[in-house]
Nanobody, 124 residues
Framework: DVQLVESGGASVKAGGSLRLSCAAT????????MGWFRQAPGKEREGVAA????????TYADSVKGRFTISEDRSKNTMYLQMNSLQPEDTAMYYC??????????????????WGQGTQVTVS
């Protein structure tokens, strides 16, 4: 079974930084789309960033471009999200997800069948 485990969420002050990690097991890590999504209370889940493990191509939501960086370590089957210049509107539960390459361009959560349990990020 595919298992995705997020870590790194915390409470930080505005302007601060965090790095989230997502460890993946049970999937052929090469050639899939790995993505980060977030969901704030009362809001729909939205795509934040994605990386295609086949060639490292990345996609970002406009709201995080220039502040967040997605990366991966294939030797560890682990994906990261470096978040800088955090703002209160970044407060949400952050989820790691995996799916076919088609999901990478759209950041559409419906393309991602495998999800982690989430890690909370709170910015005050």
């Amino acid at each position: 079974d595919v298992q995705l485990v997020e870590s790194g969420g915390a409470s930080v002050k505005a302007g601060g930084s965090l790095r989230l990690s997502c460890a993946a097991t049970g999937l052929a890590y090469s050639g899939v789309c790995m993505g980060w999504f977030r969901q704030a209370p009362g809001k729909e889940r939205e795509g934040v960033a994605a990386i295609y493990t086949g060639d490292g191509d990345t996609t970002y939501a406009d709201s995080v471009k220039g502040r967040f960086t997605i990366s991966e370590d294939r030797s560890k089957n682990t994906m990261y999200l470096q978040m800088n210049s955090l703002q209160p509107e970044d407060t949400a539960m952050y989820y790691c997800a995996a799916g076919p390459s088609a999901g990478c361009g759209s950041l559409d959560p419906t393309y991602f069948p495998a999800w982690g349990q989430g890690t909370q990020v709170t910015v005050s």
